[in-house]
């Protein structure tokens, strides 16, 4: 199967720019997660989508950050202003509808640098 | 606060050793705790545990849950340089507002595997 794809893979921005970033999950994956990983941390949860509906958007910082899943399938994320501190790699993953059961597939990412 | 905590945070053994890693957690009802592995890109699936006690194993890595005490160990034997990379362990325990599982990682640990 093919697996989650994400664009573009790198991207590098000056602060208070906007950037955006697309993600294709895993065809009948109804659970898309967009995380945000900071060098030298693990992933931290942006928002998770379960079809078109949001589940979680709890650590989004809502004024420069937003989201969106149109029509339950592919999902952009989108960052206006940038900051220096949101340089980092932004991870979407995808999983079938019950993440208790399902492990999620990643895609590879897109780093971000803001300088 | 859910939480999950790696240690240790990095590690360097030479081709051959045996490398155990650690994952303690705590989380709002836990449902299962999962194990990647992250090279250069995409957090990879090794494994997803949630039974205490029962070993799960995959060529030269195995781990196992223990969900009375809250922790994971992650055993690599016979360690190769192949073997280097981040492992992350990630814990999925209930959403208040929603059927599906909330995911949550830990910092990861760094092995470093010289030949």
């Known amino acids: 199967e093919a697996g989650v794809a994400q664009s573009p893979r790198y991207k590098i921005i000056e602060k208070r720019q906007s950037v955006a970033f697309w993600c294709n999950p895993i065809?009948?994956?109804?659970?898309l997660y967009w995380y945000q990983q900071i060098l030298g941390q693990g992933p931290k949860l942006l928002i998770q989508?379960?079809?078109?509906?949001?589940?979680?958007d709890s650590q989004l910082p809502k004024d420069r950050f937003s989201a969106e899943r149109l029509k339950g399938v592919d999902s952009t994320l989108k960052i206006q202003p940038a900051k220096l501190e949101d340089s980092a790699v932004y991870l979407c993953?995808?999983?079938?509808?019950?993440?208790?059961?399902?492990?999620?597939?990643f895609g590879n990412g897109t780093r971000l640098t803001v300088t | 606060e859910d939480k999950v905590v790696q240690s240790p945070l990095s590690l360097v053994v030479h081709e051959g050793d045996t490398v155990t890693l650690n994952c303690s957690y705590e989380?709002?009802?836990?449902?299962?705790l999962l194990w990647y592995k992250q090279e250069k890109k995409a957090p990879t699936f090794l494994f997803m545990l949630?039974?205490?006690?029962i070993e799960k194993k995959s060529g030269r890595l195995s781990s196992i849950l223990d969900k009375k005490e809250l922790f994971s160990i992650l055993n690599i034997t016979a360690t190769q340089t192949g073997d280097s990379a981040v492992y992350l362990c990630?814990?999925?325990?209930?959403?208040?507002?929603?059927?599906?599982?909330?995911?949550?990682f830990g910092q990861g640990t760094t092995l470093q595997v010289k030949p």
């Open positions: 949630t039974s205490s006690g």
């Open positions: 993953a995808s999983s079938l509808l019950h993440s208790y059961n399902s492990p999620l597939h």
């Open positions: 990630a814990v999925v325990g209930d959403m208040r507002s929603s059927n599906t599982g909330k995911l949550i």
């Open positions: 989508f379960q079809n078109n509906g949001v589940v979680d």
């Open positions: 989380v709002t009802n836990f449902r299962s």
């Open positions: 065809s009948g994956h109804a659970t």
